[in-house]
């Protein structure tokens, strides 16, 4: 199984995801491998109920003999919407960037325009790093 599978709960689509003790198993994992001199790009981690999770090695070297493995945990999605502020309505459907393996890594969300409407304020966050 990956992280890239979803499911559904209370009428609301959810991503499946890895808590931050398996991110720190799938690093150990990764490093116990590379002491062996047999580097991964992927490691395996048993999960309860019968689940393997599939996760990808983000980076990993060997430096004053200390073997370093990192994954990259996943972060919360980015939606974008504009609204209309005097009637508080949607202008648009919402733009989602996923936040799959991307904890601490750089968004940014477009200026769009929309007929008859000014632009009136820019979010502060409207760019940033993906964050929980």
Avoid at 30 to 35: D, Q
Avoid at 82 to 103: F, H, I, M, W
């Amino acid at each position: 199984m990956t992280i890239d599978e979803f499911n559904n709960k209370n009428g609301y689509t959810q991503r499946y995801g890895f808590t931050t003790g398996t991110t720190a198993t799938a690093a150990a994992i990764g490093a116990a491998y590379l002491y062996l001199q047999k580097e991964k790009r992927m490691v395996d981690v048993d999960l309860p109920y019968g689940i393997t999770l599939s996760i990808p090695i983000e980076y990993s070297k060997v430096e004053n003999n200390e073997y370093i493995c990192c994954v990259r945990k996943d972060a919360g999605d980015v939606t974008a919407t504009y609204v209309d502020v005097d009637t508080n309505t949607a202008l648009n459907a919402p733009e989602v960037q996923s936040g799959v393996r991307k904890l601490g890594l750089h968004y940014d969300t477009d200026q769009k325009s929309f007929g008859d409407y000014d632009l009136i304020t820019v979010p502060s966050n409207k760019s940033g790093k993906f964050g929980v």
